[in-house]
């Protein structure tokens, strides 16, 4: 069964709404969650790594006020789309790794496609 | 830095015919290979894993092995499926998996009846 369980699968919005996408760990204790974004025909750009408890780290030429990420708990890591505009369409996929499995491969969501009108 | 370069698509076969994607790969240490797969709307789903020389991955008919002396991860089947139609990624982490991937660029892979 699923082990990364990520919501909403779709959403469509007008500009400048604020969206939340969430990533939930179903078996085991995320200890660090990694949020990509997909451009259609494009491989997955790493935006940022976020672990339980602090501050997300993100990658150069990300936006961290555009893109708000909250790991509050061990299972549960939230990614934000502030403002969001049209260029900020795309397809984001959550990932999870835990420390105590560190040598084990990450667990992907399905991804969230997001359009903005 | 460490960067994964890989045979770029669209690849299009006939049922039963003998895929291979190629893969390789630039890393400093010794790096963990992986072969994802995604298939239309959906997330990434691990495929295959090599985590040190010579390790073959294998999973579903599909097999790779990791090779240092050629920097190499390439992907192969030997008969394909309809089913198996999805876009391909090769990546690599130094850390086993856990920690942030590099990925090549994918290769979508269409399989006619």
Known sequence: GAVVSQHPSWV????????KIECRSLDFQATTMFWYRQFPKQSLMLMATSNEGSKATYEQGVEKDKFLINHASLTLSTLTVTSAHPEDSSFYICSTASFEQRNQPQHFGDGTRLSIL | ?????QMEGPVTL???AFLT???????TGYPSLFWYVQYPGEGLQLLLKATKADDKGSNKGFEATYRKE?????LEKGSVQVSDSAVYFCALGTQGGSEKL??????KLTVNP
């Open chain 2, 70 to 74: 050629t920097t190499s991860f390439h």
């Open chain 2, 14 to 16: 006939s049922e039963e």
């Open chain 1, 12 to 19: 469509i919005c007008k500009s400048g709404t604020s969206v």
């Open chain 2, 1 to 5: 830095g460490d960067s994964v370069t």
């Open chain 2, 21 to 27: 994607i190629n893969c390789t790969y630039t890393a």
């Open chain 2, 102 to 107: 590099v990925f090549g660029k994918g290769t």
